[in-house]
């Protein structure tokens, strides 16, 4: 297992930028493939970005392609999520989350695919 701590949300305006952070601790980082993902109130949790083991590979939500950056850092166990052009309906906690890496399985979008999770860090993005 791995233990893992979000940091970085806040409040910040329509347009603004956030970087969200995720440190590991416990069994080695580069075991696992990194996902975001999110939940508004009332709404499901869902899939932001994920980020292979090494960091070659990379998908996001169509929701925030070209305004969301997802990147790693295996030296220093940090998964961390670039949030520009921030939208009122970015608005939710931000989980990171980690999915044991396995012979020909990729990064998954789904939740259930990842074993370990964070405990949240709230994003509000005011118009």
């Known amino acids: 297992q791995v233990q893992l701590v979000e940091s970085g949300g806040g409040l910040v305006q329509a347009g603004g930028s956030l970087r969200l952070s995720c440190v590991s601790s416990?069994?080695?980082?580069?075991?696992?493939?990194m996902g975001w993902f999110r939940q508004a109130p009332g709404k499901e949790r869902e899939f932001v970005a994920t980020?292979?083991?090494?960091?070659?590979?990379?998908d996001y939500a169509d929701s925030v392609k070209g305004r969301f950056t997802v990147s790693r850092d295996n030296a220093a166990n940090t998964l961390y999520l670039q949030m520009n052009s921030l939208k009122p309906e970015d608005t939710a906690v931000y989980f990171c989350a980690a999915q044991a890496r396995r012979l020909g399985v990729v990064p998954s979008r789904v939740r259930d695919e990842y074993g370990s999770w964070g405990q949240g860090t709230q994003v509000t993005v005011s118009s």
């Open positions: 980020i292979s083991w090494s960091g070659g590979s990379t």
């Open positions: 416990g069994r080695t980082f580069s075991l696992y493939h």
